[in-house]
């Protein structure tokens, strides 16, 4: 324990790895290490992006269903209006018969 006290300088965060290195060295390393993580972070970047597409595009398959539904059901809306106003004439006329004949 003694003797890595004495190789970390006594102050204990092995500072001594670095003293044979330039600085060109160490900037070597701390660049290849920001490389590395820039890659890392593209990858789960890529497959997020990926997965998000994925959804999207289900997402937009289920509204073009969502759409062609919707104006199926506005059509059906639309013949039922024009049934009860036909249907609501045609009693109408029906009532005005009944109340000649009435009278």
């Known amino acids: 324990m003694a003797d890595q006290q004495q190789q970390n300088d006594g102050n204990g965060n092995g500072s001594h790895v670095f003293d044979d290195m330039t600085l060109g060295e160490a900037m070597t390393i701390v660049l290849e290490e920001i ?3 820039g890659r890392e972070i593209r990858g789960d970047l890529g497959g997020r992006i990926d997965k998000v597409g994925d959804r ?3 997402v ?3 509204m073009d269903k969502l759409e062609k539904e919707f104006g199926s059901l506005r059509m059906e809306v639309h013949q ?11 009693m109408e006329k029906r009532v005005e018969v009944l ?3 009435a009278t």
Not at 80 to 90: D, R
């Open 35 to 37: 490389r590395n993580v």
């Open 56 to 58: 999207l595009g289900k």
């Open 60 to 62: 937009e398959g289920s």
């Open 80 to 90: 039922n209006q024009t049934t009860f106003i036909k249907n609501h004439e045609e």
């Open 99 to 101: 109340e000649v004949s």
